[in-house]
C-alpha cells in the first residue's frame, strides 16, 4: 500500500482565520518556529462525529503558547469555535485534529518579541494509532538511552513542539531494536512515560502512575484516573523506579492517539494483558464515543 505524503491530501485547513486548499498550506522557510522551536500544538481525536474534550484541548494550547512566551492571538473560545468549523467541514466522523501555533518569519534570531503568532488547524480522516491485534497481545516498550528533562531546564508543562525531538529520538531507538515504543525514564531515574504517552502500572489491584512533575499531564491521564477512580479502582500518583515497574500485575500507556494501550514487554520482562487494563479500555472506549 502506497502512503499518501501528508503534504498531498485532499481537503482545507484553517489557517490564520481563513480556510485553505490543504496543499497550499505553507510556512516560509526563514520562520523562527521552525528554526528555534517556538512552536506548541495539539492532538485531538473525533468520535461519532464529536471532538472529545475540545476545551480542555484549546484552553492547553493557549496555555502552551503563554508558557512559550508566545503571544496567542485567539482566545479559547476562538481556538474552539474554529476547531470544530474545521472538522465540520472535513466531513469526518472518526479523525484525529491537529490546532498548531508557531512563530513566524518576521524577525529571525534568538529573539522573537516581533513575530507574530500563527495558527492553523487540520484535520485528518484516522481511526487508530496501534493495531487492535497489537493491543490484544500488548505492544513492547525499550528502554531508552535519553531521559526526559528536569522542569526547571524545559518547558515540560507545555506541549512544545521542541520537546517532541526527544520522543522521535526515543522512539526510533526503540524501533530499530525491534519494540514498539520506548520506556523513558526522567533525569533522577524514576519511570516518566513513553516517547509521547502517559504510562500506568497495576500492583495488587492498585492503579499507579508516575508524577507529571517534568512531562506533560495528558489529558487521557487525567480522564482515565477520574475513571478508574469511579469505577472504584485505587489510584496513586508516586515515585515509580525501573525495577518495581517490572513487577508490575499490568502496564498500560494512554495517550489521545494511543488511547489506552496494554505493554506486555519491557525490555526481556513480558507482562500479561490484564482485568484492569481490559476493564478500562472497554470503559475508556464507551466513554468518548457517548
Known sequence: MTLVPFDQLDGFIWYDGAFVPWKDAKLHVISHGLHYGGCVFEGERAYNGKIFKL???????????????????????????????????????????????????????ISALHTKTHVAIACWEWATYFTSEAWEKGISLKTSKWRKPAANTAPTASKAAG?????????????????????????????AESSGANLFMVKNGVLNTPIADCFLNGITRQTV?????????????????????LTADEIFVTGT????????????????????????????????RA
Open 55 to 109: 476545551r480542555e484541548h484549546s484552553q492547553r494550547l493557549v496555555d502552551s503558547a503563554h508558557i512559550l512566551d508566545m503571544e496567542m492571538p485567539y482566545t479559547t473560545e476562538q481556538i474552539m469555535q474554529y476547531t470544530q468549523e474545521t472538522f465540520e467541514k472535513s466531513g469526518f466522523q472518526y479523525a484525529y485534529v491537529r490546532p498548531l501555533a508557531w512563530r513566524g518569519p518576521e524577525q529571525m534570531g
Open 163 to 191: 520537546l517532541y525531538m526527544l520522543g522521535t529520538l526515543t522512539k526510533h531507538e526503540a524501533e530499530r531494536a525491534g519494540f514498539h515504543d520506548a520506556l523513558v525514564l526522567d533525569y533522577r531515574g524514576y519511570v
Open 225 to 245: 484516573i477520574e475513571m478508574a477512580k469511579g469505577m472504584g479502582i485505587k489510584v496513586e500518583e508516586k515515585v515509580i523506579m525501573p525495577d518495581e515497574l
Open 257 to 288: 492517539a494511543a488511547e489506552i494501550t496494554a505493554v506486555s514487554k519491557i525490555d526481556t520482562t513480558t507482562f500479561n494483558v490484564g482485568p484492569i487494563s481490559r476493564a478500562l479500555k472497554d470503559a475508556y472506549h464507551d466513554f468518548v
